[in-house]
């Protein structure tokens, strides 16, 4: 699914929240060991984004699926074994949002942001291609899409449709 159609329905008020709450954390105000301090403490599982997607399968009903599942290819952030589809929730500043990247351009250490969101993306690409040799279908959310109302339901629909069609096989 295109994540170009939200610009129009709000997330660029997301994507603007985003930026400035980075260009506030990503100022030159603290040293380096600092930064790597708190670059640490950034979570990695239970964001509120993935928190959101939990949320979302659970108002639709749908059950049969895990979080975080460790043992399938890339770790996605929810799993239905059964029908063998993987979700995953991609930060927006992490893997280089096309929508949002030019507002979360990090203003210092610019060459080791872009090398590592670089590696995010080939990393998800790679993930992608090998769940899909497993017979995976892979679903990927952009963070300001799982967050904006419109775009959840787009995600719903896609979703109820392609687990229909999985169950049916």
């Given at each position: 699914m295109d994540c170009c159609s939200c610009i129009k329905s709000g997330c660029r008020s997301i994507c603007s929240f985003i930026t400035l709450e980075l260009s506030n954390c990503m100022s030159d105000n603290l040293k380096p060991s600092d930064r790597q301090k708190t670059m640490r403490a950034v979570k990695s599982k239970d964001t509120k984004p993935e928190?959101?997607?939990?949320?979302?399968l659970a108002s639709m009903g749908i059950r049969?699926?895990?979080?975080?599942?460790?043992?399938?290819?890339?770790?996605?952030?929810?799993?239905?074994?059964?029908?063998?589809?993987?979700?995953?929730v991609d930060g927006c500043f992490w893997h280089g949002c096309p929508v949002c990247q030019r507002l979360l351009k990090p203003q210092t250490n610019q060459v080791y942001w872009e090398l590592k969101i670089q590696r995010n993306k080939e990393r998800a690409l790679k993930y992608n291609q090998q769940l899909q040799q497993q017979g995976w279908e892979v679903i990927r959310i952009w963070e300001h899409e799982i967050q904006d109302i419109s775009c959840r339901e787009k995600y719903k629909k896609r979703l109820r449709l392609l687990l229909e069609k999985k169950q049916n096989e």
């Open positions: 928190k959101c997607l939990f949320a979302m049969g699926w895990r979080k975080h599942a460790d043992d399938v290819v890339g770790k996605p952030d929810v799993a239905f074994d059964d029908c063998k589809l993987a979700i995953f």
